[in-house]
T-cell receptor, first 110, second 113 residues
Framework: QQPVQSPQAVILREGEDAVINCSSS?????VHWYRQKHGEAPVFLMI?????EQKGHEKISASFNEKKQQSSLYLTASQLSYSGTYFCGTEGGGADGLTFGKGTHLIIQP | KAGVTQTPRYLIKTRGQQVTLSCSPISGHRSVSWYQQTPGQGLQFLFE???????NKGNFPGRFSGRQFSNSRSEMNVSTLELGDSALYLC????????????FGQGTRLTVV
């Protein structure tokens, strides 16, 4: 079952912050975040493992609340290069592999 | 090291035909997953192979099948193609089956006419 992402799309000005949410109806072992630019393959951003650890580097970070089966991706002081579609992927230890949401389209304007 | 290689990059097929797509994972990676990407649907999981065994399967009809060889290369087959099968098919390579990052190939763009 696909995790649910919100919002579906967001438009920001350069320098503004964004939060992308991901929720699942099943218990999760891990949450992945990927970014895909138009015409390119998705690229790994980070993985959060069971334990609620917040990870990140520089201006992109994420949190994982395993009790609520939710994760959030935080983009601080967004740059033009952050534009793209963000996907969260979840693993629940069942037979459904690494399952992705429908994505969040992020547009950063100058 | 070389990334994930998918061939061919583009395919045009006619309804009713069958098609085989290929994926060569990163050297040393034993897990290969396949995804169908269409506008508005995100990345839909097809199946995952690990050491030549199908470990996981998504909710797709039996027309979609796959296999993995001893060198970890994987193929995906779609039989009796339908117009709705037109999509970008991505494969992802991982060193193990869980809790590791996935490396995606550039995909195969399949158009069914």
């Amino acid at each position: 079952q696909q995790p649910v992402q919100s919002p579906q799309a967001v438009i920001l000005r350069e320098g503004e912050d964004a939060v992308i949410n991901c929720s699942s109806s099943k218990a999760l072992y891990s949450v992945h975040w990927y970014r895909q630019k138009h015409g390119e393959a998705p690229v790994f951003l980070m993985i959060l493992l069971k334990g609620g650890e917040q990870k990140g580097h520089e201006k992109i970070s994420a949190s994982f609340n395993e009790k609520k089966q939710q994760s959030s991706l935080y983009l601080t002081a967004s740059q033009l290069s952050y534009s793209g579609t963000y996907f969260c992927g979840t693993e629940g230890g069942g037979a459904d592999g690494l399952t992705f949401g429908k994505g969040t389209h992020l547009i950063i304007q100058p | 090291k070389a990334g994930v290689t998918q061939t061919p990059r583009y395919l045009i097929k006619t309804r009713g035909q069958q098609v085989t797509l290929s994926c060569s994972p990163i050297s040393g990676h034993r897990s290969v997953s396949w995804y169908q990407q269409t506008p508005g649907q995100g990345l839909q999981f097809l199946f995952e192979y690990f050491s030549e065994t199908q470990r996981n399967k998504g909710n797709f009809p039996g027309r979609f099948s796959g296999r993995q060889f001893s060198n970890s290369r994987s193929e995906m087959n779609v039989s009796t193609l339908e117009l709705g099968d037109s999509a970008l098919y991505l494969c992802a390579s991982r060193s193990t089956t869980v809790n590791t990052e996935a490396f995606f190939g550039q995909g195969t763009r399949l158009t069914v006419v």
